[in-house]
């Protein structure tokens, strides 16, 4: 499957990686998130935050997979 993801890039999906599901408080709710990780093989596009249609990511950047444990927050 080949998506356009919201940081700019294109891809197809590799395999799934798992669900993370969880709650947060807004200015006047609490609001229910569930986010689907996938790894994807980038085809093209360019990394960015602009596309953001929510305007919730706050930076996008290539990581080196040995790295993600270190980087990983939440």
Known sequence: ???AEETGIRGEVVRRLGIVDYWFTGDDRRV??????????????????????DGEAEIAEWVALTDLPQRLAY
């Open 1 to 3: 499957m080949v998506l």
């Open 32 to 53: 229910h998130k569930v986010v689907h990780h996938f790894l994807l093989d980038a085809l093209g596009g360019t990394l960015t935050v602009e596309g953001d249609p």
